[in-house]
């Protein structure tokens, strides 16, 4: 059997597309926006509008379920870069929390 193929991740990674924005944290911050390509609990992986530079990164992702059906939530999450390719890039999570925000509305014409 070939180590190439064996799987090492210790954490199930699930496949979930959700918007996100993100900055970096240290000298020369930058932002910019993307998506969700998976996620684990100690790990994500994202896509981005152009190829992600820097270290660390505070990323915020828009969560697709209401607290109590009403509030939005963002999973705000501190990470450091492991790797990246083009505009792929996965992080390691060193923190993260929930935090609510305004919902927002859709303009309907009549």
């Known amino acids: 059997m070939s180590l190439i193929n ?3 991740r210790i954490k199930k990674r699930f496949p979930i597309s959700l918007p996100l924005t993100y900055i970096t944290l240290g000298r020369n911050p930058f932002s910019g926006r993307g998506h ?4 684990s ?5 994202i896509s981005t509008d152009e190829p992600y530079w820097g270290r660390k ?3 915020s992702i828009e ?4 607290l109590h059906g009403t509030v939005g939530l963002q999973f705000k999450v501190i990470a450091i870069l492991v ?3 083009g ?3 996965a992080f390691e999570m060193e923190s993260h929390k929930f935090r609510t925000c305004a ?3 859709i303009a309907v014409a009549s």
């Open 36 to 39: 969700t390509v998976n996620l």
């Open 87 to 89: 505009r792929r890039s």
């Open 83 to 85: 790797r990246t390719d």
């Open 63 to 66: 969560w697709p379920v209401l």
């Open 41 to 45: 609990s100690s790990g994500l992986l």
């Open 103 to 105: 919902l927002k509305r």
């Open 6 to 8: 064996i799987e090492r």
């Open 57 to 59: 990164a505070e990323i």
